[in-house]
């Protein structure tokens, strides 16, 4: 266990489950109010960090744009993975809990959180790590290709790009995906179609490493990890 405190936080790692993320979630977002707590304790059951920590190369500089309650640098954190970790994101209240999980992991020397207008103003780096997570689906269209442009030219030479989405895909699991983020958001969002960010991605001298459908509960997951190959 990390030593807080009050709340004992469990000790994670790499190979952590769902099940451990939870209880790992629970305690590090302990000073967030209910419901918010709730669902940053649940969202390893629907978002697979378990899947994404497996990309993430150890001892790196990380920036995670879109980066809400900041869940994936907390894990980074603690699971030791980066050196030091900048979440940005255009709305404020969710760095709150940002803040504040990075205070109760003892990780504030690690962890910073920008409120930004837009991605421009996100720290330039360059970053070994650069992270979009469940972000570009929340993006009018005509806006995705400069706001992935901009996320990818912050990677620097060697570095990893981490994009997560959810499915595009005609079925249940992109309607379960319409229908959460409208009960949530009251946004009948648009996913990214299926090959848009590789075109992207081939634009900014990206390589494609990796890529994965992942299904959770009635979720599907569209998960690339892209290399920048040139210095
Ligand atoms: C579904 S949440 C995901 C949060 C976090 N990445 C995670 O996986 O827990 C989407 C986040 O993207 C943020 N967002 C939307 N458009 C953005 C933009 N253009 N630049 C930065 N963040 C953005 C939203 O404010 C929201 O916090």
């Known amino acids: 266990m990390l030593a807080t405190a ?18 790992f979630f629970s305690a590090a977002y302990c000073d967030t109010p209910a419901p918010l707590r709730w669902l940053s304790a649940i969202r390893p059951y629907v978002c697979p960090y ?8 150890d001892g790196g500089d990380a920036l995670d744009v879109g980066c809400g309650a ?15 970790g900048v979440g940005c994101d255009v709305a404020e209240p969710p760095l709150a809990s940002a803040r504040a999980a990075a205070r109760r992991l003892g990780a504030e020397d690690v962890l910073s959180f920008q409120h930004v207008r837009s991605i421009a103003q996100a ?13 570009l689906h929340h993006v009018a269209p005509r ?11 912050r990677v620097g030479p060697g570095g ?15 309607l379960a995906h319409n229908i959460d983020d409208y009960v949530f958001t009251r946004e009948w969002v648009q996913q990214v179609p299926e090959g848009a960010v590789e075109a992207w991605a ?9 890529g994965e459908f992942i299904p959770r509960l009635i979720y599907g997951h569209e998960l690339r990890v892209f290399r920048r190959l040139d210095g």
């Open 50 to 57: 378990d899947k994404l920590l497996q990309f993430i190369p």
């Open 6 to 23: 009050s709340v004992p936080i469990p000790l994670v790692d790499a190979a952590a489950t769902p099940a451990q993320l939870r209880r």
């Open 70 to 84: 900041g869940s994936l640098l907390a894990l980074l954190a603690a699971t030791k993975k980066i050196r030091r």
């Open 160 to 174: 990893v790009f981490i994009y997560k989405d959810m499915t595009a895909r005609p079925g249940g699991r992109r």
């Open 143 to 153: 806006e995705r290709a400069d706001v992935f442009a901009a996320a990818a030219r």
């Open 202 to 210: 081939i634009d900014q001298r990206l390589a494609l490493v990796h």
């Open 123 to 135: 720290p330039e780096g360059p970053f070994d790590i650069v992270a979009m997570v469940d972000v």
